[in-house]
């Protein structure tokens, strides 16, 4: 079975559907300057993500995560990614995170 993660982005896309977020959408609409604000929580690890990725016109995409923990108005943590592929490695290192918050291997 092959899945449909949305096309662009697909290493992304792919890595929030298999990390085990308790719900996930995008926030806002798409735009040439704000290409992707996927907004992501977990309760198991009290947490909410932003995966975002900004650019346009010229300006080379910048992928970032802010996280912030859960019922608080902050502060914000942001961790920088060179790339699609590294944002899919730091999704894929919350995931462990959130197996093993769940008790998983």
Known sequence: MT???GGKYLKIRKALHEA???EFYQAGSV???H???IVAE?????MRFWFC?????GVADEYYIITRKLGTGGPDDRIPCKNQKEMADQINAI???IEAAKGGN
């Open 35 to 37: 290409k992707m604000n």
């Open 42 to 46: 977990s309760q198991a690890l009290g």
């Open 20 to 22: 085990g977020f308790d």
């Open 31 to 33: 735009s040439r300057f």
């Open 3 to 5: 899945e449909d993660y």
């Open 53 to 57: 990725i900004s650019g346009g016109y």
């Open 95 to 97: 995931r462990q995170k």
